[in-house]
C-alpha cells in the first residue's frame, strides 16, 4: 500500500505561481509514473502532467510552457510548478501513482485545491 499527502494548494491572483508537493509514504518512483490530475467543478478529472523513473515528461496543451513536474527521488516528493496560472486552473489538484505496463493509477491522494482569482 502507498499513501500520497498532496500539499501547496492555495487562493492566487491571475499570473501568479504555486507549487504543489506530492509525498509518497516509500520510494516507488523506480516502478511507478507520477502524475498530476486535476479536476475543475462540473467537469471531468484530467491528466495535467506526468513523470516516469526515467525522467521522462509530458503535459496536457492546456499546461505546457507554464508548467512543470519533477521528482525528487531522496525525498520521496514529486513537485507541480505551476507558473503563469489562469482562472481556469481553478481546481482540485490530485497526485496518482501508476504501476507500469498499467493503465490506470492504483493509487491517488487527496487532492489539494487550487483557485485563481483576482
Known amino acids: 500500500q502507498v499513501q500520497l499527502v498532496e500539499s501547496g494548494g492555495d487562493l492566487v491572483q491571475p499570473g501568479g505561481s504555486l507549487r504543489l508537493s506530492c509525498a509518497a509514504s516509500?520510494?516507488?518512483?523506480?516502478?511507478?509514473?507520477m502524475a498530476w490530475y486535476r479536476q475543475a467543478p462540473g467537469k471531468q478529472r484530467e491528466l495535467v502532467a506526468a513523470?516516469?523513473?526515467?525522467?521522462?515528461?509530458n503535459y496536457a496543451d492546456s499546461v505546457k510552457g507554464r508548467f512543470t513536474i519533477s521528482a525528487d527521488n531522496a525525498r520521496n516528493t514529486v513537485y507541480l510548478q505551476m507558473n503563469s496560472l489562469k482562472p481556469e486552473d481553478t481546481a482540485v489538484y490530485y497526485c496518482?501513482?501508476?504501476?507500469?505496463?498499467?493503465?490506470?493509477?492504483?493509487?491517488w491522494g487527496q487532492g489539494t485545491q487550487v483557485t485563481v482569482s483576482s
Open positions: 513523470v516516469t523513473g526515467g525522467g521522462g515528461t
Open positions: 496518482a501513482a501508476r504501476q507500469w505496463g498499467t493503465l490506470q493509477p492504483q493509487y
Open positions: 516509500r520510494n516507488i518512483f523506480s516502478m511507478y509514473a
